[in-house]
């Protein structure tokens, strides 16, 4: 059970420990004066569940054994904060809709996105507008636009387009394709535009004198390099590889390599080596592992190391078939150049000749060969001198035509060079164009992303939105409590929306009282308690509620029906779930009297409905100097304190009571007129038999005025008042001055005309005929100076 609560804070600047629930009770109601810490104490429970409050430094709450209550997830606060955060009130056209909850919250969320997206949405426009210039070939600000006039910059007479004419001996001027602009862009002269025009002309003369030996250059021809040793060949092909001595089946073995199936041999030794093989493939007989040992030594004896080294010197004599390219000779139309290609493919020939014999000695080691004989050194002899000819014959070719060439590829370098020179201009509004509309498109790519990214955000809090369910027909069951009517109040679902209606009327906006926001709010704290949850169940969770101040300044006219809800609730809720407690706080010491009652009714009826069996028990407290206190009823009269508060305020003290000092004063004035002389505060104001027994002229003329303030200010205009947040206190017109000036003439009309009723019931206060005589002089001097005004 909760206990107690530790924190720092808010009202209460050094760290406080209160009790909120004594020994075992479960209702605590607790009486505080305004500015006493009420708020502070609901603050700070809230912030020990877990909420962020600003101005709560720390705190921690403790059960009855002071061990840190942990349970906080069934603590529910109802104070300022919860109505301001929980219950919000929209204008949807000429009604008022009602933001509950988490509506509320998801309401701004949403209207907070859409003002961010409709902003995003006009900036994004706005880049589109840049972009599409950047894009618009026609847009002296666009990359095309500025190529364009590179282009331009190229082509015709005069420009790069016809030089190049000129230097190829063309017909018609040089195309400006995009890869002629891409690579004039890319250089980077080192030499003046002065010195290249020079140079150009120069060669340009020059290539008018060499022209009419214009062709292209001939690659030289290939020298072959061809590893062939022939009598070395030779050597190794009549060699006789000596035969060791064999058994029958090694003799078979070796019969098998003469017939040149060496292939075979190896294949076999291959298969009788692996472990796995315990049939022979090739005659399907089963064989032993000492058969497979024997038949793999016969053919390694068979294949002897000899054999293996003789067979690797073989194969390095092996010759790779040759590829001569004699691609562009042909423009030669030379007999050399013929012969080339021919003697080439003879070479080849002799080649695959001799890989075959040296195949066929590998095949048959122990058989020397001895009539071997080739061709391919003279082949080779014949080729180089015939390539030799050829060479010089190219050589020849080249000479000629190698001036042009050179001339031509400096012309069209110089060309290039000059043409990039005279291009420069347009080329650095090309490159700016290009800067500018990367950073435009990345601009206009940056505020689609951030505006899907909002859009997406405002779809899940539309959806989130769409899916909560609000109880409206609990709500309205509470609201009905509370005006003993169906129609006086009550949320009505339209749309997705809660409008909110009175006496079957939708209610505008700026007609919703904040009592009756207020009554709202009350009616969704109880109903939000058991929302998520099967009807039936009710209250059967276990609840700890910290009430602050339920019957606000606003709620006097519906007090009754407020405090029947109470009532209802306090009873259902302690009634259901044994470990539920309630914390109730008020400032209005009447409202304490009122819960006093409903405390007595429940816990009656908690113990007449179980027989007797069980009990709950509530105390009263009272918030004085940031003590909790017992709250003493024998000592206590309302009229007293209010009178009390009205006094204090007159002496300068209780500031905060600034906001509700005039209704104070307003309920003193109905008490004392209507206990001592059973008349209204109008009809005493204007009867001369009560203002006669003041005495003094002057005292009669300026309290009929005072009266007349009072009325003027009071009943005729309280509902209108009660409709704006900004009203608290019908006197609210009055500087804080005049407010205390009024206070202090209150307690000198009452002095004047009953002495001993004012000093009886402010009995305990120090100086107080000296304090209420002096502001009765000061009242005196004002009649006297005769500045009264009406």
């Known amino acids: 059970m909760l206990n107690k609560i530790k924190f720092k804070g808010g009202f209460f600047d050094e760290e406080k420990e209160l009790k909120l629930f004594m020994n075992e009770d479960r209702i605590s109601f607790l009486y505080g004066k305004n500015g006493s810490g009420k708020s502070t104490i609901s603050n700070a429970v809230r912030k020990a569940k877990g909420d962020v409050v600003d101005d709560i430094v720390q705190a921690t709450l403790y059960d009855k054994e002071d061990m840190a209550f942990v349970d906080t997830q069934c603590i529910h606060v109802f104070n300022e904060d919860y109505v301001s955060s929980r219950v919000k009130i929209r204008a949807d056209g000429l009604n008022a809709i009602i933001l509950l909850g988490e509506l509320g919250n998801l309401e701004d969320k949403i209207l907070d996105l859409e003002l961010r997206i409709e902003a995003e949405s006009n900036r994004n426009t706005e880049l589109k507008t840049v972009t599409d210039e950047y894009r618009d070939k026609d847009n002296i600000k666009s990359p095309s636009n500025c190529r364009y006039q590179i282009n331009l910059g190229l082509s015709g007479n005069g420009h790069w387009a016809e030089r190049e004419k000129i230097i190829n001996n063309g017909k018609r001027n040089a195309s400006v394709t995009d890869k002629v602009i891409d690579s004039i862009i890319a250089l980077q002269p080192a030499e003046t535009l002065t010195d290249l025009r020079k140079r150009y002309e120069e060669n340009l003369q020059l290539l008018s004198q060499v022209i009419a030996n214009e062709a292209a250059q001939i690659r030289s021809t290939v020298k072959l390099n061809v590893p062939y040793n022939e009598k070395v060949l030779q050597n190794l092909l009549s060699q006789k590889v000596e035969r060791p001595t064999l058994s029958d089946r090694e003799q078979y073995l070796l019969q098998l390599i003469d017939d040149g199936k060496l292939d075979q041999i190896n294949e076999m030794k291959s298969v009788f080596s692996k472990e796995k093989t315990k049939k022979c493939p090739f005659c399907f007989q089963k064989i032993s592992d000492q058969g497979k040992r024997d038949l793999i030594g016969s053919i390694e004896k068979v294949l002897s190391k000899e054999v293996d080294i003789h067979e690797e010197n073989l194969k390095k004599c092996i010759i790779q078939e040759l590829n001569v390219d004699f691609s562009g000779m042909d423009v ?318 007159a002496c300068g003290k209780n500031e905060s009571e600034a906001l509700i000092v005039g209704n104070s004063m307003r309920r003193v004035m109905e008490a004392f007129s209507t206990f001592v002389y059973k008349k209204g505060i109008a009809e005493i104001s204007c009867d001369d038999t009560i203002l006669q027994q003041i005495g003094d002229k002057d005292y009669i003329d300026y309290f009929k005025n005072l009266m007349y303030r009072l009325v003027l200010n009071g009943d005729s205009h309280m509902l209108e008042r009660t409709n704006s947040l900004d009203d608290m206190d019908y006197l609210c017109f009055l500087s804080d001055e005049e407010r205390r000036r009024t206070a202090q003439e209150v307690i000198c009309f009452i002095y004047l005309l009953n002495k001993r009723h004012i000093l009886a019931h402010l009995e305990g206060k120090p100086n107080i005929e000296t304090n209420i005589q002096k502001w009765c002089a000061d009242i005196k001097s004002f009649c006297a100076s005769d500045e009264v005004t009406v």
Not at 358 to 372: S, V
Not at 424 to 439: H, P
């Open 332 to 649: 030669l139309d030379s007999p050399n150049y013929i012969k080339c290609k021919d003697i080439v493919e003879e070479i080849n020939r002799e080649i695959f000749k001799i890989r075959e014999i040296i195949l066929k000695k590998i095949n048959h080691p122990y058989t020397p060969i001895t009539d071997f004989e080739s061709h391919l050194i003279d082949k080779l002899e014949q080729y180089e001198l015939f390539r030799t000819k050829l060479q010089q014959e190219i050589e020849t070719y080249n000479n000629a035509v190698k001036k042009i060439g050179t001339l031509k590829r400096n012309l069209t370098t110089d060309n290039a060079a000059i043409a990039h020179y005279e291009i420069s201009r347009d080329l650095e509004l090309w490159k700016q164009a290009l800067v500018d509309q990367k950073k435009a498109d990345e601009a206009l790519k940056e505020s689609d992303e951030r505006i899907k990214n909002l859009n997406d955000e405002l779809n899940v809090l539309k959806s989130r939105k769409k899916n909560i369910k609000i109880a409206v027909s609990l709500i309205n069951k509470s609201l009905r409590y509370v005006f003993f009517s169906k129609n006086r109040l009550e949320i009505k679902v339209e749309n997705d929306k809660y409008v909110l209606y009175a006496y079957g009327k939708a209610v505008k906006p700026n007609n919703v009282s904040v009592g009756e926001r207020n009554i709202i709010a009350l009616c969704y704290f109880f109903t939000e308690l058991i929302m998520n949850q099967e009807a039936k169940d009710g209250y059967s969770k276990k609840l700890i509620l910290v009430i602050d101040d339920p019957v606000s300044s606003f709620d006097f006219e519906n007090k009754v029906g407020i405090m029947s809800l109470l009532k209802a609730k306090i009873a259902d809720i302690i009634k259901s779930n044994p470990e539920s407690q309630i914390l109730v706080m008020t400032h209005d010491i009447q409202c304490l009297y009122d819960l006093q009652k409903i405390g007595e009714e429940v816990c009656n009826e908690y113990k007449r409905e179980s027989n007797g069996q069980k009990k709950v028990t509530y105390t009263c407290y009272e918030l004085k100097n940031k003590e909790i206190i017992p709250f003493s009823y024998t000592k206590r009269n309302e009229y007293s304190e209010i009178l009390k508060d009205v006094y204090d305020y």
